[in-house]
């Protein structure tokens, strides 16, 4: 089974202050995403990276930034953070879901701004 | 663009019955369905999926038949038990896409 671990699973932060959240995954996929969950609103995709150095805008990237240094490693960005972004952040790795493969998400990172 | 709908927000059962959680998308492209589940403070993880017309996908009791004329995909269980408690995701991608897009979710629990 594919692993995907986030770092920090909890977090809190002020407003105005910069938060990395990060993502690891062992299974040597391509892609990588960033997602959030609101109720009501099941997944909203913010990032996503097709392999190392790539970064793509997913449907709300407004107030985030995303960073792939690596094929392994795959970074959330907040450089102003907002209590409009309390949320839980979720990470995906997979290889191209058009063809219908499946998503392996991490464990969630819970983030509140206060 | 491309679209998912859950229609129920939150679903309450007791254990032993049947039940349908909705699923109705809006694509172009010749599409790819996918059911994620959710259990509380998890990943969610994929239940089953399925693009091929009119055929009956089943995983963990559950089954799913993808109905392209009708452009749904509803998720069913004949006889739900407590486990099943979770929140269900209803996805959807299509040929030539990188993405995933996710329905609203349903919360499905389940009484003693």
Redesign the interface.
Known sequence: EAA?TQSPRNKVAVTGGKVTLSCNQTNNHN?M?W?RQDT??????IH?S?GAGST?K??IPDGYKASRPSQENFSLILELATPSQTSVY?CASGE?????N??Y????SRLIVV | GDSVTQTEGLVTLTKGLPVMLNCTYQTTYSPFLFWYVQHLNEAPKLLLKSSTDNKRTEHQGFYATLHKSSSSFHLQKSSVQLSDSALYFCALTSSGSWQLIFGSGTQLTVMP
């Open positions: 995907v892609n995403y997602y009501g609103h099941g997944l909203r995709l996503y097709y793509e997913g449907d979720f191209r879901t058009g063809a219908g499946t998503l998400f991490g464990e969630g």
